[in-house]
Nanobody, 124 residues
């Protein structure tokens, strides 16, 4: 089992930045890829970004390209999401998720573990 805890959410003005963190605990010695998803009120969960075990491969959803950066520090069992140029439409609960293995996964139904989420609110 892997437990995931997100942090770093909050209220920010449009155009500002936030960095989300996802701390993993438990059986973190196994290889796993990590992803960020988000869900706005009344909308489906949306893929944001994913990163491979080694960090050499990343993937981004259309809404995140050019503004968000995913990274990880395996020594700290932590995955980050740097979000810049935030817009009001980025307001959502952001979830960290993990998948056993080394291949990037971008679909929510395929993830093995989930955090409880952290709320990001962008004011216009």
């Amino acid at each position: 089992q892997v437990q995931l805890v997100e942090s770093g959410g909050g209220l920010v003005q449009a155009g500002g930045s936030l960095r989300l963190s996802c701390a993993a605990s438990g059986r973190t010695s196994s290889f796993y890829t990590a992803s960020w998803f988000r869900q706005a009120p009344g909308k489906e969960r949306e893929f944001v970004a994913a990163i491979s075990w080694g960090g050499g491969t990343t993937s981004y959803g259309e809404s995140a390209k050019g503004r968000f950066t995913i990274s990880r520090e395996n020594a700290k069992n932590t995955v980050y999401l740097q979000m810049n140029s935030l817009k009001s439409e980025d307001t959502a609960v952001y979830y960290c998720a993990a998948k056993r293995g080394t291949r990037i996964v971008t679909t929510a139904r395929d993830m093995d573990y989930w955090g409880k989420g952290t709320l990001v609110t962008v004011s216009s």
